[in-house]
């Protein structure tokens, strides 16, 4: 059984809910390397594009999709972002510790805005770890 910190839990939700009031953002969250949504959501009033069972297996692909990358970081050195521009959203993921942040914002968004926004919020995590 993982035993997960409700203080980190809470520090984790309240970064997705400032990521989340960036108004192209429509959902960012904590996957830990199962799969799993450990913290975070949709913005209220957003409609996924997705079933709850189609996001649950996109969140598996994804920390999929970063596990298998990192295969790489020795050579190629450690992945700082992935991301994929659709039609209808733009998906980014972004290593966060053990754990993968998954954000979906409007096709229009700026990736490195939202990526420049994501890495202050969370570094801000890393620097209270360390402390």
Do not use: H, W
Request: glycine share 4%.
């Amino acid at each position: 059984m993982i035993v997960f910190d409700e203080q980190k839990y809470v520090k984790l939700e309240n970064d997705c809910n400032e990521l989340l009031s960036n108004n192209q953002v429509r959902f960012a969250g904590i996957v830990n390397k199962l799969g799993n949504l450990i913290a975070g959501g949709f913005k209220d009033g957003t409609n996924p594009f997705k079933t709850d069972e189609k996001c649950r297996m996109m969140y598996m692909q994804m920390a999929l999709e970063i596990s298998m990358r990192r295969e790489f970081d020795s050579s190629l050195g450690i992945v700082n972002y992935i991301a994929s521009k659709r039609a209808n959203a733009l998906i980014i993921s972004i290593p966060i510790d053990e754990n993968l942040l998954l954000i979906s914002a409007v096709s229009s968004a700026s990736t490195d805005k939202i990526v420049d926004k994501a890495l202050q919020i969370f570094s801000k995590q890393r620097d209270e770890k360390n402390v």
